[in-house]
């Protein structure tokens, strides 16, 4: 068993020697997203994007850039350490992630310490950009997601809306409160309902918010859940509209659902119908169909592509590969056509966006609205 | 001839020159490292806390316990809790606002050592009440029990978002870890405990760790030896939490970072050290803690010979749990038994085979 | 509470009681033999979904083959853990087995990970239709958004039907291995007295070997309903509910099969009762399992059918 051991440290020791001796004439960026874990399918998808953006723009001032994963399993601690080790051991010039706001929280805490940039594709707490000069993202904010959903409920014409809480993710509980804010002010009525992830069965929730009358559900939490919740919804007799979050924007959510998600409505980041279109999103659809034929792109593939070409553009803008000088770039970019829209960072790293209101009909996501901020 | 047995003065000497050997290899380290193998490093420490008393309550006296991260969970909470600012809290506490008593200056900003004891404290505190119940039950149902405390732990942490910013859990919490306090702490633990197991108290433990019910008719009360070391584990995992959150920065109450996970963890370093021996949890964190790096490879897209392979995602779990069967299938002692790494020990096997070890306990 | 909703929350407590009871039957039949937490058996649970999945959409087998597949698959899984993993163990200390089981549940879990991938996949579609329909009891028709639909009627999905049926089924299959043939009866036997019944010459590695195989069996046929009723396959679906199953299994009284179906309905039914009363207490969800469990344990530890033990020095 120690000889094993040994044998074990000594071959890890040398592959790891092999990772290190690298090749400086490059541009390293790190992935840091889940690729594992709770979150792994975000990771995915959002993977994909980048790596479209990246055999579409190999190079930046005519240097070659290396992208490459490191995984967080969904999980705040890899998070933070995966940052950590790609700053300080691998001297990457900027982070791409985390995915979920939890890890992008822990990862940004070490990106701002050591003073790298990083650009999160999709994480939206408020929490993530709070007072940091170094994270930023291409995605909305929870804050204003809530607001479109609460005004879209009303424009939906319902008064009293059973709040579904998933009290296990900090998003959730942000979006069902920014809900509640702008809906309650304009005289509508919230009734809670709770669950935490991975419940499987929702069905007392269900019956408990049909019994107080409620017309609308409000779902925002992630496809896993918020697929059983509408199945459970359909199953036990409810009728009323069902509206979630960009959470549940992931073909899985129909997949796992059929027909009982058919009509609910999503506010989403992207969606390629959507009429915000320019020549980087044009692009984007054609690469992603080439890659993958037949499919078209979840908003976190596209989410994913615009991090990184927000990314390319601030190195072009800051001139040479120095991390502060990229950093600040990135706060400077105005209106870049991006393939989730047009996009502006603003001073605190906050994307200033629309929000795309998706529909499912036919089993099908279709673009239905735009909500402005 | 020489002695088989090396004197008192010998072996406290010894020990002096380890621990003072220890800090200058420590003083080395920091200076000349970067911060991300130091952070690592401390990290060891951390978990040597945790895998040291979970091994004590576990492999001293017999029980299992699997509810490890909750006691640890209950320290990082009450020492993030207090040590925070005033502003920083109400920044964090965002949707809902602080609770009384934690939303006044008295406790806040307080000094890492007596938030860390305090939250040592608590720990201990909610180890006695739930090893009131819990010490009644045989072994295996004391597992289940504790791993439902555990969990009840957590969701209470999730629920009572006023005193816990339930899922957004704590932010900004301040880097106060270092290797001074983790391995500082590390080293007043062992001394406990292995004070503690040299005392009568220790022995009677052992005693009812092999036989309880002959340790019983023996006029040991069974009962209360098992809580007060159950609440001694407990009070070490509060420290190990509040030394945890101050690496951390940012602590939730979800399962991977608080949750089951952690007792896992916990469990595969002390079973790979040797459960019941304080040397090899020692051991078996800092395996953990080394592998768990080095693994990464494993799970990262690799160059070789120009062609980029793909890492495996999850795959270091596999590797972890698979070496956790083998050990306990093929050598359930694990690597130091119930042994301990003493200078005896070591004086015993200097002419045979001249192995070195560096930990004493 | 309305009658109407609390015959409807009675029905949901059922059906995801039944799956419960399939699940703490395997926990009770090998803790009966053993002595033994088999921690695994969540994982066992899980993989037998993930068999059956593959089994129809991989491999192209009609769903009932499939079925099947799942369950012959959950079998000998639960016989290869046990003969590599247990089986060396059976002299060591109690302890060390139940630690045991913990790393191979783990094990499980990062194995159907790195195979499977952590994303959840999608049952639905993969059993016939029919598995969808929903019958519905009473209630009036009334038109919303242009569409005629039935509200304030009791709801009956097609899987509840057939959960009750199947869970049915299986149990008395259960009952007939168990007291009525050779093998049922060395298994009884070994339950009650393991070093007797080796003195009696029956082959004591044989039977618990087919212990395995039978409760694994039992649980991957509550995996393929469970996937049925909550058509998500992913590696840690097994592990609440497999907790779950075994605060079932000791409520009833652990080691006895019959007390494991009695704990499986009660406790399924008490987790819908509990949050369909409380509502705002939902998130604690999986906290009254566990409550349950340790007020049990501490005013009547051998639970509702368990017989009372003694220790022999």
Request: proline share 3%; charged share 15%.
């Amino acid at each position: 068993m120690k000889r094993f051991v040994q044998v074990f440290l000594v071959v890890m020791v040398v592959f790891g020697t092999m990772l290190v001796a690298q090749n400086m004439d490059e541009i390293k960026v790190a992935a840091v997203f889940s690729m594992t874990g709770g979150a792994s399918g975000y990771g995915r998808m959002t993977w994909e994007g980048v790596e479209i953006a990246w055999e579409m723009y190999p190079e930046v001032l005519g240097i070659p850039i290396d992208v490459y994963l490191i995984d967080t399993k969904s999980d705040k601690v890899e998070a933070a350490n995966g940052v950590r080790r790609a700053i300080e051991n691998d001297g990457v010039l900027a982070i791409l992630g985390n995915i979920i706001s939890g890890n992008s929280l822990a990862g940004g805490a070490v990106a701002e310490e050591l003073k790298t940039a990083m650009v999160s594709p999709t994480s939206t707490s408020p929490l993530v950009t709070e007072g940091k000069k170094f994270v930023n993202r291409v995605c909305f904010i929870d804050a204003f997601q809530g607001q479109a959903a609460a005004k879209l409920m009303q424009e939906l014409g319902n008064q009293k809306v059973a709040v579904f809480m998933d009290v296990e993710q900090d998003y959730s509980v942000a979006l069902a409160r920014f809900f509640e804010d702008t809906f309650t002010q304009s005289g509508g009525e919230v009734l809670y309902e709770y669950f935490k992830t991975g419940d499987q069965d929702f069905s007392a929730q269900v019956l408990d918010a049909i019994a107080k009358g409620a017309e609308a559900f409000y779902l925002p939490g992630y496809y896993q859940e918020v697929a059983l919740i509408c199945l459970q919804a359909y199953q036990n007799g409810f009728y009323g509209d069902l509206v979630s979050a960009d959470g549940a924007d992931a073909p899985e959510t129909v997949e796992i659902a059929g027909e009982a998600v058919e009509g609910l409505f999503l506010t989403a980041n992207y969606h390629p119908d959507a009429p915000a279109f320019n020549e980087n999103a044009e692009e984007f659809l054609a690469a992603y169909e080439k890659k993958y034929p037949g499919e078209k792109p979840a908003a976190f593939a596209g989410l994913g592509f615009d991090a990184y070409m927000v990314l390319l553009k601030a190195i072009e803008m800051a001139g040479e590969p120095d991390r502060e000088k990229v950093a600040q770039a990135i706060r400077q970019i105005k209106d870049f056509p991006g393939a989730t829209g047009y996009i502006t960072i603003n001073e605190q790293g906050n994307a200033e966006k629309t929000v795309t209101v998706v529909r499912i009909e036919n089993g099908q996501f279709v673009y239905d609205s735009m909500i402005n901020p | 001839m020489r002695p088989k047995k090396l004197s008192n003065t010998t072996q406290t000497i010894l020990t002096f020159g380890l621990v003072v050997l220890a800090v200058l290899l420590l003083l080395l380290a920091e200076d000349n490292l970067n911060t991300y193998l130091v952070r690592i490093i401390s990290l060891t420490g951390v978990f040597g806390i945790m895998a040291v008393s979970l091994t004590f309550v576990n492999g001293a006296s017999g029980m299992l316990s699997l509810g490890h991260a909750g006691f640890v969970a209950v320290g990082a909470y009450t020492s993030s809790l207090l040590t925070m600012s005033l502003a920083q809290k109400q920044t964090s506490f965002l949707l809902t606002g602080v609770a009384f008593p934690l939303n006044t200056e008295l406790l806040s900003n307080m000094p890492f050592l007596p938030a860390t004891l305090l939250g040592g404290i608590v720990a201990a505190g909610v180890a006695f009440v739930v090893g009131w119940p819990s010490m009644r039950l045989a072994g295996d149902y004391l597992a289940i029990t504790t791993l439902g405390f555990a969990e009840i732990i957590r969701i209470v942490l999730l629920n009572a978002s006023r005193f816990t910013n339930g899922s957004l859990g704590l932010k900004g919490i301040s880097p106060f870890t270092n290797v001074w306090w983790s391995w500082g702490w590390l080293l007043v633990t062992l001394l406990f405990f292995a004070s503690y197991a040299k005392s009568s108290f220790g022995r009677a433990l052992r005693a009812i760790r092999d036989d309880p019910v002959a340790a019983k008719t023996m006029g040991i009360n069974v009962f209360r030896h098992q809580l007060v070391s159950f609440t001694a584990g407990g009070f070490f995992a509060g420290i190990a939490g509040s030394l945890y959150a101050h690496w951390l920065t940012s602590i939730d109450p979800k399962p991977t970072t608080l949750g089951m996970m952690l007792t896992f963890n916990t469990l595969i370093m002390i079973v790979i050290g040797g459960l019941g021996s304080l040397s090899g949890a020692v051991i078996g964190a800092g395996l953990f803690a080394v592998l768990s790096e080095l693994l990464r490879v494993v799970e990262s897209d690799t160059v070789l010979f120009g062609f980029r392979i793909a890492g495996i995602s999850g795959m270091r779990m596999l590797v972890f749990s698979a070496l956790f069967i083998l050990v306990m299938i093929f050598r359930q002692q694990g690597i130091m038994g119930r042994k301990e790494l003493t200078w005896n020990a070591l004086w015993q096997k200097i002419p045979t085979s001249g192995k070195r070890g560096n930990r004493n306990a | 509470m309305k009658l109407q909703l609390l015959v409807q929350h009675m029905i949901n407590g059922l059906s995801l009681g039944a799956l419960y009871a399939l699940l703490a039957v395997g926990y009770t039949m090998v803790y009966g033999i053993l002595k033994l937490i088999n921690f695994a058996h969540g994982e066992i649970f899980m993989m037998g979904a993930f068999f059956t999945y593959f089994s129809i959409t991989l491999f192209g087998f009609p769903w009932w083959l499939g079925m099947l597949a799942g369950i012959a698959g959950a079998a000998l899984l639960g016989l290869l853990v046990d003969q590599i993993a247990y089986r060396p163990l059976r002299k060591a200390p109690k302890i060390s087995a139940l630690i045991t089981a913990v790393g191979v549940s783990i094990f499980l879990q990062s194995l159907a990970i790195v195979v499977f991938g952590g994303v959840p996949k999608s049952f639905r579609g993969v059993y016939p239709a029919f598995f969808d329909k929903i019958f519905i009891i009473g209630g009036e028709i009334v038109e919303k958004r242009g569409r005629q639909v039935i509200v304030n009627g009791i709801r009956i999905p097609a899987m509840t039907i057939i959960t009750f049926a199947v869970t049915g089924l299986a149990l008395l299959l259960l009952w007939y291995i168990l007291f009525r043939t050779r093998t049922g009866m060395a298994m009884r036997a070994i339950a009650m007295d393991s070093r007797a019944v080796s003195l009696m010459g029956i082959n004591g590695n044989r039977i618990i070997a087919l212990t395995f195989a039978l409760g694994s069996a039992m649980a991957a046929v509550g995996a393929i309903l469970w996937v049925g009723k909550y058509p998500q396959v992913w590696p840690i679906m097994g592990f609440m509910p497999g907790l779950k199953a075994f605060v079932a299994a000791v409520i009833g009284g652990i080691g006895s099969v019959s007390g494991a179906v009695i704990g499986g309905i009660l406790l399924g039914f008490i987790e819908i009762l509990a949050v369909g009363i409380m509502p705002s207490l939902a998130g604690y969800r999986d906290v009254f399992a566990f409550i349950l469990l340790i007020l049990l344990l501490s005013f009547k530890p051998n639970g509702i059918m368990g017989k009372k033990n003694l220790v022999k020095v």
